[in-house]
Nanobody
């Protein structure tokens, strides 16, 4: 199986910065798209940013110009640099990866999620 472990969340004041990391481990042949999603209390989970294996990126309008997604393929890790944080960025942030892996004896492409990391923006 594949595990995604996020780190880097915490409490930060408005205008501050945080850097999230998500490392994938397990039986991994290829990682295709990796991304970050977030879910605020009482709201649906939403896309924050994604990055393809070719390093193409896409961002939610609400974070464009403030957040930057990047990846290190040698480390199977995706990052989210968050600058100029606002109170409305407060949420649990989840990592997602589209992975070619082996389940039992079958090689297949599956999506995996991390456990989430809390980001709180407050003065």
């Amino acid at each position: 199986q594949v595990q995604l472990v996020e780190s880097g969340g915490g409490l930060v004041q408005p205008g501050g910065s945080l850097r999230l990391s998500c490392a994938a481990s397990g039986i991994i042949f290829t990682i295709y798209t990796m991304g970050w999603y977030r879910q605020a209390p009482g709201k649906q989970r939403e896309l924050v940013a994604i990055i393809t294996s070719g390093d193409s990126t896409n961002y939610a309008d609400s974070v464009k110009g403030r957040f930057t997604i990047s990846r290190d393929n040698a480390k199977n890790t995706v990052y989210l640099q968050m600058n100029s944080l606002k109170s409305e960025d407060t949420a649990v942030y989840y990592c997602n990866a589209d992975v070619l892996t082996t389940v039992a004896v079958t090689t297949s492409r599956r999506a995996f999620w991390g456990q989430g990391t809390q980001v709180t923006v407050s003065s």
